[in-house]
């Protein structure tokens, strides 16, 4: 039944009370084998539906077939502009198959159509996986926020290191993230990258002061320049402090920095 019939059908049974017992009625006649064959012909060819809730879901999984060929996928928003319709039957499928309400043919056909059963899980994959891409090009998981080309990646990753503060990521995820090298405290890394830059000046040059243009590696100096205005606005940790002391650090004064950098 077209979708004009199916409009026309349901107005005639809206107006009358009596229609809307009396279909029903007819289908449980026929389930039970008490429907003559005449009858059962006549309405048949008038398109009475025996099973309304099958031609419901035939009609949805055909809108999502279109809705594949369309968008290339089955992630139909749950509020979709496109069809909010689809996007509600979509979420039931999902929840009908966690009860294990969906039969095995439904299941087969949706699972063939590609249908996506776990968004959240399949969107993470995607983003690791474009994880891993960018380490393979750049060397390592630090992906800038201001990166036009990573807008979407940033932001995951972002996400991903809020999760972890607070506990909300799973230890399997953390687990990958980690072995991939994944950085958790990007900032806490960068001062680690630079300390270790500090310590391999001195092994090579006897002690920690860097030439205020030193050409092999203006950010060390700027980052020395930085160190020392942290602590003097005690924004440097005892830790640190104690680490730098213990590999000489030349405290000096800030002023020296910043007049050197002007």
């Known amino acids: 039944m077209c979708d004009r019939q199916n409009h026309e059908f349901f107005s005639i049974l809206l107006e009358d009370s009596q229609l809307v017992l009396w279909v029903p009625t007819q289908r449980q006649f026929r389930k039970r084998g008490l429907l003559s064959a005449d009858r059962l012909r006549r309405l048949e060819a008038l398109g009475v539906e025996w099973d309304p809730y099958a031609a419901y879901w035939e009609e949805m999984f055909a809108r999502l077939v279109r809705y594949k ?3 290339g996928h089955c992630k139909v928003p749950k509020d979709s502009p496109e069809d909010s319709q689809l996007g509600h039957w979509v979420d039931k499928q999902r929840q009908f198959k966690g009860r294990e309400h969906l039969t095995a043919e439904r299941l087969r056909r949706l699972k063939a ?5 776990d968004p959240f899980s399949e969107r993470w994959e995607e983003m690791f996986a474009r ?4 380490k393979e090009k750049t ?3 630090d992906v800038p926020r201001g990166s036009p080309e990573n807008v979407q990646l940033a932001i995951w990753a972002h996400a991903q290191r809020r999760l972890y503060k607070f506990g909300r990521l799973s230890s399997e995820r953390v687990q990958r993230l980690t072995a991939l090298g994944f950085e958790w405290d ?7 990258e630079m300390f270790a830059h500090l310590v391999r000046y001195k092994e090579r040059f006897g002690h920690c002061n860097v030439p ?9 100096r700027r980052w020395i320049g ?13 830790q640190r402090v104690r680490r ?19």
């Open 226 to 238: 930085n160190q020392r205005q942290f602590r003097k606005t005690k924004r440097l940790s005892r």
């Open 244 to 262: 730098l002391d213990n590999v000489g650090f030349d405290w000096g004064t800030i002023q020296s920095d910043l007049n050197n950098a002007a």
């Open 139 to 141: 060397g390592c998981c």
């Open 212 to 220: 205020a243009k030193w050409p092999e590696d203006q950010q060390l």
């Open 69 to 71: 060929e369309r968008f």
């Open 186 to 192: 990007p900032l806490t890394a960068a001062w680690e």
């Open 113 to 117: 159509l590609g249908f996506a059963w």
């Open 131 to 134: 994880l891993l891409t960018f």
